[in-house]
């Protein structure tokens, strides 16, 4: 039996090599490496795609989060609410900023932040909720607006698993006062290195972003703003464009390897399937079930079969040691962080790679 993997990005380049080459030439020809041609191409494609007014790239993910934070002006004094399980991003760049993060708990169907904990934490240092789209799949978008609208906060989205994923027939990323993603190698839309992007429907937050993200430059030299340096360099750009080409393509492989995994797996009591939330198109970064016997166990033995499988997290954020003062009790986070296994699913995984995966979780159980 041939190995699964998690993802496997070598195949995935020689699929599509012709393409990525060509693009990769190009830009080694002109040598436009930085703020290239490429790059403001790739921006406008972003906004088209998604249906936004402003794209506007930078180095990474966290980077794209940390320069919403700080375009809001949200710092000491501040607090921001951020879901308890979860990538550490969020929650770092709001104690990067200065600010203070209030983590709640998710909820167990949908693993995303219990918008019926919010309320009661929201006081007047309250600024925003950072709405992370976890696994591929829409937070509760409505409730979320909703309770930032009364009570005047910002909706920061964070949609590095999500790209490409929708809620009410509008793309993730769309919903927020600003929204950031990560094209990680190994997120829904992703290039071969680092980089991330900032979206908003805001002009004055737009320019605000772009300046901050280029050395607070409005014009060459001028420096209207403490800025850095979080640039997406041309080469990604070009490879994202690529990469952009086949992404809804890519998104439905994903979604039938989710329902075969879904049929294969329906009646297997040991374990329960990711659901997908109503009104909302999953994207499948992760296809994340929940394993109520033997979880690591059974991980072991897929490995030893040849198929990886991924804990994400087997922590809650608070459990780290970085962030150890932070509130504790996340009930349902810590029984999540116990459960989940994230099994193989990329748009080079075949049906037979699912039935490979299916059959030995059933024989474990057998
Ligand atoms: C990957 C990821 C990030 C950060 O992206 P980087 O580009 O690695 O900085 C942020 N949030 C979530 C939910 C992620 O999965």
Known sequence: MKPVSMIDLPLEYATRKMEYDEAIQAVLQVGDFIKGKAVTELEHQLSQFLNIKHSISCANGTDALEIALRALNIGEGDEVIVPAFSYVAALEVVSLVGAKPVLVDVDEHYFQIDVTKIKSLI???????????LF?????MDELLEIAKAHQLYVIEDNAQSFGGMYQ?????????????????TKNLACYGDGGAIFTQDDALAQKIMMMANHGQSAKYHHEMVGRNSRLD???????????????????????????????????KEISLP?????????????????HQNRDELKKFLAQHGVQSMIYYSKVLSQQPAYASLEKDFPVAQQLTKEVLSLPIHDQLKEEDTQQVTKLIKEFYG
């Open 234 to 268: 041309t080469l990604q750009a070009a490879i994202l464009q690529v990469k952009l080409r086949h992404l809804k393509p890519s998104l439905a492989v994903k979604a039938g390897l989710a329902g075969l995994y879904q049929q294969q797996l329906l009646g297997v």
């Open 275 to 291: 659901r997908v939330a109503p009104h909302s198109q999953h994207s499948w970064n992760q296809f994340t079930i929940r394993v």
């Open 136 to 140: 591929g799949q829409a937070a509760y």
């Open 123 to 133: 006081n007047p240092r309250t600024k925003a909720i950072i709405a992370v789209h």
């Open 169 to 185: 027939n509008l793309y993730l990323g769309t919903f927020g006062h600003i929204s950031c993603t990560s094209f990680f190698p």
